[in-house]
Nanobody, 121 residues
């Protein structure tokens, strides 16, 4: 099993910054990708940013130029630096990891518990 613990959410004014952190632990054989999704009430969870083992990154168009995903593979951590935050960035942010647990035959997707980010206008 793989556990994810997030931290760093909170309330910030428009134009401000926040940094989210997520650490993976457990019986992990390998991590393929780490990233962040977000969800608002009544909407589907959407990709914000992701980082793969090959170093490639992927961002939602709405956050390009403002958010940066950063991964520390040795520490099994992923960060999301969010700058110039806007009220429309308000959501619950979820850490997402694609990994293989020890003795597991395949890769699986794991989710954190979510952390609230609120941006006031």
């Amino acid at each position: 099993q793989v556990q994810l613990v997030e931290s760093g959410g909170g309330l910030v004014q428009s134009g401000g910054s926040l940094r989210l952190s997520c650490v993976a632990s457990g019986r992990i054989s390998g991590i393929i990708a780490m990233g962040w999704f977000r969800q608002t009430p009544g909407n589907q969870r959407e990709l914000v940013a992701a980082s793969s083992t090959d170093g490639s990154t992927n961002y939602a168009d709405s956050v390009k130029g403002r958010f940066t995903v950063d991964r520390d593979s040795a520490k099994q951590r992923v960060y999301l630096q969010m700058n110039n935050l806007k009220p429309e960035d308000t959501a619950v942010y979820y850490c997402n990891v694609l990994a293989r647990a020890i003795f597991d035959a395949r890769d699986r997707e794991y989710w954190g518990q979510g952390t609230q980010v609120t941006v006031s206008s």
